[in-house]
């Protein structure tokens, strides 16, 4: 992977969260209703989780560091290197859960769960991209 890869995996980043702001502005009832709203969620969270892991995986390259196991290891590992913190890195992790949760569990997701993380968990992708982009502008020669 390289810098150019990168900046495709911001560009769906970019779109999947234009997507998911709009599916946010949705009532319960609503996203509830229609499951094109819940697929479309799902793909666009999965797709984000994906995109981040991705990056975080250039930026553990980049900093020297063997290639993870997993993805769980990736986020430790960018927390070993003091690139996010102990809080962010347990949210992050819960994003792995939740990606492998989709891909592996799909037959068991809850409209519910789903809709309740558009709600209240959204920002951390945004977050998670803010800090990776970070470490890739203060490392410049990655």
Known sequence: MNLEDVRS????LE??????????EMSAAD????TVYLDSALHRLQTSVQALLDIAAYVVGALGRPAPRTSGDLVRL???E???????AERYRRMVAFRNRVVHLYNR?????VYAILRDHAEDLERFREALVAVIARNPDT
């Open 9 to 12: 995996k911001v560009e769906v």
């Open 15 to 24: 779109a999947n969260r234009d997507q998911i702001r709009r599916l946010r």
């Open 31 to 34: 996203f509830g209703g229609d």
């Open 78 to 80: 960018l927390e070993d």
């Open 82 to 88: 003091g690139c996010i913190g102990a809080d962010e």
């Open 109 to 113: 997701i809850d409209a519910g769960m």
